[in-house]
Nanobody, 121 residues
Framework: QVRLVESGGGLVQAGGSLRLSCEASGRTVSPYAMGWFRQAPEKEREFVGG????????YYADSVQGRFTISRDNAKNTVYLQMNSLKPEDTAVYYC??????????????WGQGTQVTVSS
């Protein structure tokens, strides 16, 4: 069983930056693709992006392309989401997940509890 815990969320002004971390425990996540999702109030969950097991392949949603960067440190069993140039529409609960494919959101089956990101205008 993989346990994922996100951290680093908070309140930031538009144009600012935040870095989210997702620390895994229970077993190593090095064989898994890791992804980030977000869900805003009254909206469906959105796949923000993913990174392959070895970190070679990354995928980003159009809405965050060029502003967000996903990275991972398998030695620390941790994945990161660097968010720059934040916009109010980025406000959501952000979840990390472990799965099979960096580009296929339906293949994720381990989830964290989420961390709130709020971007003020």
């Amino acid at each position: 069983q993989v346990r994922l815990v996100e951290s680093g969320g908070g309140l930031v002004q538009a144009g600012g930056s935040l870095r989210l971390s997702c620390e895994a425990s229970g077993r190593t996540v090095s064989p898994y693709a890791m992804g980030w999702f977000r869900q805003a109030p009254e909206k469906e969950r959105e796949f923000v992006g993913g990174i392959s097991a070895r970190g070679i392949t990354t995928y980003y949603a159009d809405s965050v392309q060029g502003r967000f960067t996903i990275s991972r440190d398998n030695a620390k069993n941790t994945v990161y989401l660097q968010m720059n140039s934040l916009k109010p529409e980025d406000t959501a609960v952000y979840y990390c997940a472990a799965g099979i494919s960096a580009v296929a959101p339906d293949t994720y089956n381990y989830w964290g509890q989420g961390t709130q990101v709020t971007v003020s205008s």
